[in-house]
């Protein structure tokens, strides 16, 4: 009988580097001692990329019993939908994903970010003296007016030198050591703002507008790319193949005051031309596709999920509905400019957590 756990390392890197399910690499972990070990490649940088490419999965509703606390996560690539306990989420509310880590906030209201793989879980700076938290006299944190947008995090594979930029109350930024004691505010005006992520060094901050914010990982702005568009928007940001775009979420809204909630009709993508400081407006994204909404915006490449349709953008919603409707959870097609819905609506997301997209990192 073979001997599994003799196989050659570099055979276990290409078994390894096949793997895009996450129950998949839990069984391959499952195996023996020497192929779980593969999991400390992620300690070293040099090898990152001999790790699994998993594909995203959207973060659904919980599941709190008196021993667990479970979270499931659905992935639209194989419609199965995976349970996993997370007690570091007990009764905490979770709005968002930067780096394979979940940004949340606990009933103490002490902002955390947990790795769902390894259950580590970092203290940030208490945002209270930098913003006032609206925090209402219910004692069900998840009916608490929070006004926390979003949460950047400059590294996925290491914090010890990384950099977290928070987005409050629209138009207030701040950036963060994690473990540190307090936050450094960037100055963006009056401009609201919507999205951030972090690339080559430098935090891309988008408005409403269009209008990008640069700035440096000491909160320093070095300048501003006006988009000098007319309308405002949901805004993203992303990074795609080593280019930045801006993704503009186009929603429609009844006029029934006690129905506001916005149903998404479309797309519009622009991309950074870096010589002249401005976005040009692009038809595809070809080969790539986005993920948008309350997490940190990214994009994966078709190359590294050669089954899958590219040229999409994945989205799902950036605020709670207000009416009991199903949440705006879909994707849309660059090919035909369609929007299609992600799931069946008795697939239920959480009414206590948005549904949140997250790449888990290894």
């Known amino acids: 009988m073979a001997d599994w756990s003799k196989l050659p390392f570099d055979l276990l890197v290409l078994i390894v580097r096949r793997i895009n399910f996450i129950d998949d690499f839990k069984r391959f972990r499952m195996v023996c001692q020497s192929w779980r070990s593969i999991y400390s490649l992620k300690k070293n940088n040099r090898s990152c990329s001999l790790l ?10 919980e599941e709190v019993t008196r021993l667990h606390d479970i979270r499931k996560f659905f992935s639209p690539f194989n419609n199965k939908t995976y349970r996993i306990n997370l007690p570091e989420l007990h009764y905490g509310r979770c709005w968002g994903s930067s780096n394979g880590w979940l940004v949340t906030l606990s009933l103490s209201y002490k902002l955390h970010l947990v790795d769902p793989l390894t259950h580590v879980r970092i203290l ?12 209402s006299n219910c004692a069900d944190l998840y009916l ?9 995090i400059s590294s996925g594979s290491s914090l ?3 950099v977290v930029l928070a987005i409050c109350n629209g138009n207030n930024v701040a950036f963060a ?15 609201a703002v919507h999205d951030a992520i972090y690339f080559g060094g430098k935090f891309f901050v988008a408005s409403y507008l269009g209008d990008v914010i640069i700035c440096d990982s000491n909160g320093s702005h070095l300048k501003t790319v ?25 929603t429609f809204s009844t006029e029934d005051a006690d129905n506001l909630d916005a149903v998404t009709l479309g797309f519009n993508v ?18 790539w596709s986005i993920f948008v909404g309350s997490n940190y915006s990214f994009s994966i490449s078709g190359t590294d999920y050669p089954s899958y349709k590219s040229n999409l953008i994945f989205f799902s919603d950036n605020y709670f509905p207000t009416s009991g409707s199903p949440y705006d959870v879909g ?27 997250i790449k888990l990192s290894w």
Not at 228 to 249: C, D, F, N, P, S
């Open 52 to 61: 699994p490419s998993l594909l995203p999965l959207l973060m659904l509703m």
């Open 124 to 135: 940030l700076p208490s945002l209270s003296e930098y913003i006032s938290l609206k925090i």
């Open 144 to 152: 608490s007016d929070i006004n926390v947008d979003k949460v950047v």
């Open 160 to 162: 010890g030198d990384s």
């Open 177 to 191: 050591k994690p473990g540190g004691e307090s936050w450094t505010p960037l100055q963006c005006g009056h401009v």
């Open 226 to 250: 006006a988009s000098h568009l007319k309308t405002e928007a949901l805004t993203y940001i992303a990074e795609v193949g080593g280019q930045i775009y801006m993704i503009r979420r186009f």
């Open 270 to 287: 622009y991309k950074l031309d870096k010589c002249n400081d401005k976005f040009e407006e692009v038809e595809t994204l070809g080969n």
């Open 331 to 357: 994707f849309y097609s660059l090919d035909d400019d369609h929007v299609c819905p992600l799931f069946e609506k008795n697939l239920l997301c959480s009414k206590k957590y948005l549904p949140v997209w």
